[in-house]
């Protein structure tokens, strides 16, 4: 048998346990799909990075996109984090969750005047201004409600993250951010402006990144930005350094820890004597989370074996829309394997988990997990097909909690029904 993929998701007598949880005697009382999460592995990720960061001033701001269900917030602001938000939405989560406004940052390309005075009249830490002409609008706004609005200026410093483009953000040709040579001009605007203040610099390159170096390289770039900003009397707060460490997805892959990206950025971050604020996303919750689905049919055609469970894209897009690969794994451990395509119940060709994988002998009925889904799960999730979006469960030791009850049809079409 192979090893378990990681310490949270674990066979016992052939049989898998989110940590001491059944998953096959959960599924018996909850019925399926459901995500579930392990408490365990959300507490060890947040102190690997409270303890990597331990020795410099670091705010660590969990990107609510990764996944914003309510309980799990309450974990990550329990435990001293603060929130990256992108969208009034996850404001509100945010402020739903209990994080202090102090400790909120807000990114985002296209906030509307609804979001800007909301977070404006919330005193958040920092808007994370990506244009000019957001500068302009939030320094009117800001005026309007006879406030000042705390502003950092999201650079673009041109680095390759080297990872998937649809989720690389830091090149000069995406529409994130200022570019690097634009920043000294900007910068000199903002602090002109009568409602901001200006209090940090701000950038993000990428996610899922597997290789630090890359990290070294945006630093090295922003904190020389900071210097020249000095040099014209432009004095900051913190230096931003956005989210994008990545995490385990094939069983083979070894990604870089907290520690590890600490010791790239630290040394140069230091040189400034700012404060440094991080983002991290997915390399928080994304171990955390298994999608839990049951096998509906065995389809066997010539050329190939379709496994059909009753989870689809809606529930997980990330193989639709990026390739991602899952590991997928049986919820009992089988000896005998096949080789099939893992695939959902949803009318489109890319409705699927794995393609010619390698998985246990599964038959009608079974069950069957999707490893790393903890981040960009859920959180990504749709009604198409008129699907009720899965339960999430939260298991500690050996208790479970339902965090998210499952929706029903009479849900899904409310806000329709209201007006016919
Ligand atoms: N900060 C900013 C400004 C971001 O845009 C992001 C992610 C993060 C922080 C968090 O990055 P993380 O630590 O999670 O890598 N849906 C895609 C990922 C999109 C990431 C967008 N921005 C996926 O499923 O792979």
Same mark, same amino acid.
């Given at each position: ?132 002409? *957001? /500068?302009?609008? &939030?320094?009117?706004?800001? $005026?309007?409600?006879? %406030?000042?609005?705390?502003?950092? =200026?999201?650079?673009? +410093? ?76 432009? *004095? /900051?707060?913190? &230096?931003?350094?956005?989210? $994008?460490?990545?995490? %385990?997805?094939?069983?083979?892959? =070894?990604?870089?820890? +907290? ?76 000896? *005998? ?84």
């Amino acid at each position: 048998m192979e090893g378990n993929f990681n310490d949270y998701f674990v066979y016992k007598n052939g049989k898998l346990y989110c940590e001491d949880v059944s998953i096959q005697n959960l599924s018996t009382k909850i019925g399926t799909p459901f995500y579930i999460y392990s408490k365990k592995a959300i507490l060890d990720m947040i102190n690997q990075y409270k303890d990597a960061f331990k020795d410099y001033p670091t705010l660590i701001c969990y990107a609510l996109k990764a996944n914003s269900n309510l309980s799990l917030l309450r974990i990550f602001e329990e435990n001293g984090l603060g929130a990256d938000i992108v969208s009034g939405g996850e404001l509100y989560k945010a402020k739903k969750a209990g994080f202090p406004s102090n400790k909120i940052v807000y990114a985002g390309v296209g906030k509307t005047d609804a979001e800007i005075m909301y977070a404006i009249n919330e005193n958040i830490l920092s808007f994370n201004v990506e244009s000019v002409m *957001e /500068l302009d609008v &939030i320094n009117e706004i800001a $005026g309007k409600q006879h %406030k000042k609005a705390n502003v950092s =200026i999201r650079i673009n +410093p041109d680095v390759d993250p080297k990872t998937h483009p649809y989720i690389s953000t830091g090149l000069k040709k995406s529409k994130f951010g200022i570019d690097i040579d634009e920043g000294l001009d900007v910068y000199k605007k903002a602090v002109k402006m009568e409602n901001l203040k200006v209090v940090g610099i701000h950038c993000h390159i990428g996610s899922q990144i597997m290789d630090v170096s890359v990290y070294k390289e945006a630093v090295e770039k922003i904190v020389n930005l900071v210097f020249q900003l000095k040099k014209e009397g432009i *004095e /900051l707060e913190f &230096i931003d350094i956005g989210g $994008g460490l990545g995490v %385990k997805y094939y069983p083979q892959d =070894i990604p870089p820890t +907290p520690y590890d990206l600490a010791n790239t950025i630290l040394p140069i971050v230091k040189q400034t004597g700012l404060k440094l604020i991080i983002e991290p996303g997915r390399s928080l919750i994304a171990q955390a989370g298994a999608l839990i689905t049951k096998v509906i049919f065995i389809k066997d055609k010539k050329e190939k074996h379709f496994v059909i469970v009753d989870s689809g894209m809606n529930d997980l897009i990330r193989p639709s829309i990026y390739n991602a690969y899952h590991h997928i794994i049986t919820v009992e451990e089988k000896t *005998e394997k096949m080789i099939a395509d893992i695939v959902g119940p949803i009318c489109e060709t890319g409705d699927f988990f794995g393609l010619d994988r390698e998985i246990g002998k599964v038959n009608r009925g079974d069950l069957i997990a999707i490893l790393s889904a903890g981040a960009y799960g859920s959180s990504m999730a749709s009604n198409y097909n008129v699907r009720p979006k899965a339960m999430e469960v939260l298991v500690d030791g050996d208790k479970y909690k339902i965090i998210k009850e499952r929706e029903d049809y009479q849900y899904i079409s409310k806000l329709e029904e209201e007006v016919v």
